[in-house]
């Protein structure tokens, strides 16, 4: 039987991460994506990277169903996605309402920003997912393992050997 760790914050309770379907033609295509990131994708994963957004993991171009999302926590459920100016079309825009639509049913939550934005104010879009994470914090408690890696990343260790 499996133990059940506990959040600092009492009451809380670690969940295991939930396992999301994909469907695996994604993967290669996930993997051309990271390559040939855009500007503003790049900008915002040099933020996101290595846990530096308050101690979580974020993948990026990550395959979720039939779609991939920019970016996703999968302590947090979470979807990122930077618009470019090709999501002002109308049926660009409809097809990311479907799109979205089926994975937030899968539980997943999601932000969206202009890609402007993003290249002009990164620091917007970097305190509009604090405060999200804050919220989701405040409800669901944080668990001991980011915890320990925000310690790591206010007091980083030497890894060269004494």
Request: a positive charge.
């Amino acid at each position: 039987m499996r133990k059940i760790k506990y959040c600092k914050k009492p009451g809380w309770v670690n969940m295991k991460r939930k396992i999301i379907p994909y469907n695996p033609k994604s993967k290669e295509l996930a993997k051309q994506l990271r390559q040939n990131m855009t500007f503003s994708e790049v900008k915002l994963w040099n933020e996101l990277k290595n846990g530096q957004m308050m101690g979580y993991d974020f993948d990026r171009q990550r395959p979720i169903g039939n779609y991939i999302v920019d970016f996703f926590c999968k302590d947090l459920q979470l979807a990122i996605e930077v618009d470019g100016i090709t999501h002002l079309d109308e049926k660009v825009i409809l097809k990311d309402f479907i799109r979205q639509d089926e994975i937030e049913s899968y539980g997943v939550n999601f932000l969206r920003f202009d890609a402007m934005l993003v290249v002009n104010k990164v620091e917007a879009a970097l305190r509009e997912i604090r405060n999200w994470i804050l919220e989701y914090e405040e409800k669901n408690g944080v668990s001991d393992f980011v915890l320990r890696k925000r310690e790591l990343l206010e007091k980083p260790v030497s890894r060269k050997r004494q």
